[in-house]
């Protein structure tokens, strides 16, 4: 019984195994260091209807996980045809996105994402320099992750996005520093300078 079940899985991994050797040795890929890491990455997006090159594209490794990038996890989310998500503000202060149920022809809204530079104070994120250079991409990221893993998980099978997974790394630029005083309110501090 147990050779049966050895075998069923040589089998499953033959296919994502050869594709991981090709992808480990193209060198185009930097974080695919082995066939085993091309191949899980080639598993996870076979998890999700993605083929092989979509799966080296949409996932990566970050601190030791395997992380979606938000562009492939808003594609799910639109290509389900399940659920529907839409953008209601994005700016440099935040973002809010509305998710939709689909079905019989209707577009039920099933609840709001908001992620902002409160949230992201709180989350003790802000001071992040993606955060500073980029603050309309992270907050679309983390109001898409989270509004997706609130009402659309099957969409997404549970997966972190990378830029989740970047956040929970300790780095802190110290030239300019964002807090957020008793009554919410956000302060920009430029930092000591000599």
Do not use: H
């Amino acid at each position: 019984m147990e050779e049966k079940a050895l075998a069923k899985v040589s089998d499953v991994m033959t296919e994502p195994m050869e594709y991981g050797k090709v992808f480990a040795e193209s060198g185009i890929f930097p974080d695919v260091k082995s066939a085993a890491q091309g191949a899980i990455k080639v598993l996870a997006g076979k998890e999700v209807g993605l083929s092989p090159l979509q799966s080296l594209n949409a996932f990566y490794f970050v601190n030791g996980r395997l992380a979606m990038v938000v562009q492939a996890m808003a594609a799910l989310i639109k290509k389900s045809g399940k659920y529907d998500y839409q953008i209601e503000e994005q700016t440099a202060e935040g973002c809010t996105i509305s998710f939709y149920l689909l079905g019989g022809g209707k577009k039920e809204l099933i609840g709001k994402s908001t992620f902002d530079k409160i949230k992201a104070a709180k989350a003790g994120i802000i001071n992040k320099d993606n955060y500073k250079n980029y603050p309309e991409n992270m907050y679309f990221a983390r109001s898409l992750a989270n509004g997706a893993r609130w009402y659309c998980p099957d969409a997404i099978s549970g997966f972190y996005t990378v830029e989740e997974l970047q956040d929970l790394e300790p780095s802190v630029s110290k030239e300019k520093t964002i807090t957020i005083d008793a009554e919410g309110e956000v302060k920009e501090d430029a930092g000591n300078q000599a």
